[in-house]
């Protein structure tokens, strides 16, 4: 089911991790080669990305919704 991100934050191991409209989160990784988000690691880029609509495996799956912690303060790094 596609959703619109709504807000970021980072795991414990410092991956952006995007809050999605349904209430599930979704790593959104920049991880050259596999994975190609050069936007997510600038504050300029996330904000651009806000809204966009990323498919979301949970709610085909009927999980429940995750937690959605406030984005961090250190946006820039
Ligand atoms: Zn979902």
Redesign the pocket.
Known sequence: ?L?PITGYHRDDEDHWVAQ?A???NQHVRHDPPWQNRPWVTTAEGRTRMLGFKLA?K??DEGAPADEQPPSPPREND
Do not use: F, I, R
């Open positions: 089911m959703q999605l349904c209430g599930h979301c949970k709610c």
